[in-house]
C-alpha cells in the first residue's frame, strides 16, 4: 500500500502562493489517484483538487477553479498542489490521499491512504 506525506505548508498573505507536495513511498504515485482535501478549524474535510491515474484527469472544487493546480512528476514521484491568488479562507490543514479508484475523486471514501495533513494559514 503507498504510504503519503504532505509538505509545503506555511503561512503567506492574501494574493500570495504556496506550494505543496504529496510524496509517495512504497508505490508509484502514477499508478494512484491522488486527492487533495483541507480542513479549516470547526468544519469537516472537504475536497479541494484531485488527479486520476494514468493520463491524470483533473477536478477541482469550484472555490479554487483558476488559482490551484494539482499536476503529477512522475520522476519526483510526487504529487503538487500549486496555490495561487490566496484568500484567509483557504486556511486550512491540507491532506493528501492516494486510492486506486478514478471515479467519484472529490469522495474521501475512494481513497486508501491518507498523509498526516500540513497547515496553510492566509492572513489579511
Known amino acids: 500500500q503507498v504510504q503519503v506525506v504532505e509538505f509545503g505548508g506555511g503561512s503567506v498573505q492574501a494574493g500570495g502562493s504556496l506550494r505543496l507536495s504529496c510524496a509517495a513511498s512504497?508505490?508509484?504515485?502514477?499508478?494512484?489517484?491522488v486527492g487533495w482535501f483541507r480542513q479549516a478549524p470547526g468544519k469537516e474535510r472537504e475536497f479541494v483538487a484531485a488527479?486520476?491515474?494514468?493520463?491524470?484527469?483533473?477536478v477541482y472544487t469550484n472555490s479554487v477553479k483558476g488559482r490551484f493546480t494539482i499536476s503529477k512528476d512522475h520522476a519526483l514521484n510526487t504529487v503538487y498542489l500549486q496555490m495561487n491568488s490566496l484568500r484567509p479562507e483557504d486556511t486550512a490543514v491540507y491532506f493528501c490521499?492516494?486510492?486506486?479508484?478514478?471515479?467519484?475523486?472529490?469522495?474521501?471514501?475512494?481513497?486508501?491512504?491518507w498523509g498526516q495533513g500540513t497547515q496553510v494559514t492566509v492572513s489579511s
Open positions: 490521499a492516494a486510492g486506486t479508484v478514478d471515479s467519484g475523486l472529490e469522495f474521501p471514501s475512494i481513497y486508501d491512504s
Open positions: 488527479i486520476s491515474r494514468g493520463f491524470g484527469r483533473t
Open positions: 512504497g508505490r508509484t504515485i502514477t499508478n494512484y489517484a
